[in-house]
């Protein structure tokens, strides 16, 4: 069976967002987890826990799973996970990226319907919507101006994620305008 060109795009922009991260990550002397996350009521090790077990639900997903076993174990995992050390979280989330990334590499066929916490999608539709989760929880982690500005000047996977999600949204918001972006 033909891999779709959808798949081959979004995995090709997500697999670059998640060489972007881990690179981040990695280059980091004083990752604090402790440390608030911009996203309100979790840390920085909520949120790298999040990352890891989002790619594994994606694995469970491509393995014909629900994401999750229900949205409290979800919940359960995230908070037992965040008060790890620094080089554990960034292990863990580079751990589950090889094996998301091996598990698209093995998918031959992506007409099949995945069930999500907020119900079925497409197969189809899900390296997309890791891609969204790594780029926006990037910005959740909130690692500093100095790494956000490195990460704005990568390959600019934020802006290619943008330019494939907003069309999409188009469709279900009309009128919604596309942002400028500054290079």
């Given at each position: ?18 060489a ?80 998301l ?27 997309l ?18 790494q ?36």
């Amino acid at each position: 069976m033909t891999v779709p060109a959808s798949i081959v795009r979004d995995t090709g922009g997500c697999r670059e967002s998640h060489a972007n991260l881990v690179a981040t990550l990695s280059g980091l002397d004083n990752l604090d987890p402790t440390r608030p996350s911009r996203l309100p009521g979790w840390s920085v090790g909520h949120v790298l826990t999040h990352l890891a077990r989002n790619a594994d639900s994606h694995v469970d997903m491509l393995d014909g799973r629900p994401q999750y076993p229900s949205l409290e174990r979800r919940n359960t995992d995230i908070d037992t996970g965040a008060s790890r050390d620094a080089d554990t979280l960034i292990d863990d989330v580079a751990t589950s990226i090889t094996r998301l990334e091996a598990a698209w590499d093995a998918c031959s066929d992506w007409d099949f319907t995945a069930t999500t916490l907020s119900g079925t999608r497409p197969g189809v539709s899900l390296p997309l919507l890791r891609w969204r989760e790594v780029e926006v929880h990037r910005v959740d982690l909130g690692l500093g101006d100095a790494q956000l500005r490195a990460a704005a000047a990568e390959p600019l996977t934020f802006k290619k994620f943008f330019s494939r999600e907003l069309p999409a949204l188009r469709e279900e918001k009309p009128g919604l305008r596309e942002p400028q972006y500054r290079d």
